[in-house]
């Protein structure tokens, strides 16, 4: 099956990656559960439940929706999970009893659970072959979520994007402005071959996948590996660190891109970037990357082993430009980086920095008959608007003076009601009744704004380019087979003769 990364089809599946969009700074990815199967997870009455502060979620709910949909939170059924616990706890109690052999224990001590606690015949000693049955016929058996009154979320596909934002932050990530820049310039498109050391979270590795994708590559018993007949896009990725290396192998396998993607722990300082048919795992592979990504601290440290050399594995393509990118956060790291750069043969050298502000794009709403509306500025918009808001002030004032008046000269028993000014809650009543049915997404000015403050520096990119290999023997073909003509018009000939005579 393809990864929802590269082809998330129309809908949600079972065993796959979804993302849940709770709020739009808020993502949950989640790997799906298949609804039939009953036994795995945490032992609610629903199956797998996803539990959050805008609702519970049962995965029953989630499978089969088409990608976009809002999911209604369900009303679960914890009673499950304390009995499966408890059955669990026996079960366990019980496997040591019979390990150690038969144990005699008073009733006061022995696990009550009903129906659960079965005896064969032998005082002091558990039946394990009826207690879980029991019990997991009561936790397959799913229960229909029941949908309730309030909570939300809406389904969505995985995408670089969206993993970035959600995923567990191992190291610091490369986010989405910096990483659609860098594969720009690295040239990065479906069919190239890509190195990437310093893997970290796995942030640009996603990315990267998804722009070399090009269709999956073919069987192993077609022999990937030992022909070039076939350019699939790859992403060679390496990582120095063990446990962020079995992290991303495992999430890598876990989202479908094994295909696309090898990561290999290694220290690329020392051994390099050379790597064996990772299908096979016998003969050697030449990678022919045309792109390399670094996110190391010591990048020139690596460039030795970045060199077209006469060595049997190929690490950089021989007959294509290879364009690099370091991803380094002090200015002395880039000096450095340039430095080594320019000592191992690569042009065009330059740094480029990204500050990333969000826009905030909404409709601003100024005047006195926004008022009571939420995010509204219920203020005069005009000179005419504040001055009949004054006029109808003082009029309202003198009404209410003499309607006191008149009430002060009444004797007791022919007083009324008591004046009172209008408050503030009927007139947003009767202004609203005044204005009637209104649509408020059309109403006002449409602004947008920046952030007040950049938040963080991320890194400064340092990109450089390494020609393709090229002999004066090829130079001296190119010219047989495109030779190229000079030839100057007759006024321009006449013209230098007669500088030349002068």
């Known amino acids: 099956m393809i990864s929802p990364f590269l082809e998330p089809g129309t809908q949600s599946h079972a065993s796959s990656l979804a993302v849940l969009h709770l709020r739009r700074d808020q993502l949950l990815p989640v790997i799906l559960d298949d609804p039939e199967n009953g ?26 929706q088409p990608w976009g949909s809002q999911v209604l939170a369900s009303k679960v059924d914890t009673g499950s999970r304390g009995r499966k616990r408890k059955a669990e706890q026996l079960s366990q109690d019980s496997a040591q009893d019979v390990a150690a052999g038969k ?27 009826q207690q879980p049955e029991v019990d997991k016929q009561d936790v397959s058996s799913q229960k229909t979520a029941i949908t309730a009154q309030s909570g939300f979320c809406h389904i969505l596909p995985p995408t670089p994007e969206s993993w970035t934002v ?29 190195l990437e050391a310093g893997a970290g979270s796995g ?14 590559p073919p069987p192993r018993d077609e022999g990937i590996g030992t022909t070039k007949s076939v350019q699939s896009g790859r992403v060679f990725s390496f990582e120095y660190n063990e446990s962020r290396a079995k992290a991303l192998q495992d999430q890598i396998r876990n989202h479908g891109l094994s295909d696309v993607v090898h990561v290999t722990h290694r220290d690329v300082y020392e051994d390099g970037f050379a790597l064996d048919d990772f299908h096979s795992g016998v003969e050697s592979l030449d990678l022919d990357a045309t792109a390399v990504f670094l996110d190391l601290p010591a990048p020139w440290q690596a460039l030795p082993h970045l060199t077209r050399s006469s ?39 330059r740094m480029e920095e990204l500050q990333h502000r969000r826009l905030e794009v909404r409709r601003e709403r100024v005047g006195l008959e926004y008022e009571g509306m939420r995010g509204v500025n219920a203020t005069p918009s005009t ?17 209410f003076r003499e309607l006191q008046s008149t009430q002060n000269n009444l004797p007791d028993h022919e007083k009324g009601e008591e004046a009172r000014r209008e408050s503030k809650m009927e007139r947003r009543q009767r202004v609203a009744g005044e204005m009637g049915p209104r649509k408020p997404w059309v109403e006002g000015t449409l602004v947008h704004r920046t952030e007040p403050e950049m938040k963080t520096h991320t890194s400064y990119l340092l990109f450089a380019t390494l020609p393709a290999e090229w002999s004066e023997d090829q130079e001296r073909e190119c010219r047989a087979k495109w030779p190229v003509e000079r030839t100057v018009d007759a006024e321009i000939k006449k013209k230098v003769s007669k500088g030349k005579k002068s």
């Open 166 to 194: 959600s995923l567990p932050h191992r190291t610091q990530v490369v986010y989405t402005p910096d990483y659609s820049f860098i594969i720009q310039k690295l040239q990065i498109r479906p069919g190239s071959v890509v």
């Open 311 to 349: 060595k049997a594995l190929t690490t950089l393509s021989p007959i294509h430009a290879v364009h690099l990118c370091c991803f380094l956060p002090c200015i002395e790291q880039v000096q450095r980086a340039a430095t080594a750069l320019q000592a191992h043969g690569w042009l065009e050298i």
């Open 103 to 129: 144990r005699l224990v008073s009733e006061a001590k022995r696990p009550k659970l009903g129906e659960l606690n079965h005896h064969d015949g032998t005082e002091g000693e558990v039946s394990m072959s």
């Open 39 to 64: 036994e795995k997870g945490s032992g609610y009455a629903e199956g797998e439940v996803i539990n959050t502060r805008f609702g519970s979620f049962p995965h029953s709910t989630l499978v089969g």
């Open 203 to 216: 942030s640009f590795t996603h990315a990267a996948a998804r722009a070399v994708f090009n269709g999956l």
């Open 383 to 399: 000179v005419e608007e504040s001055i009949a808001r004054l006029a109808e002030v003082e009029t309202r004032n003198v009404q």
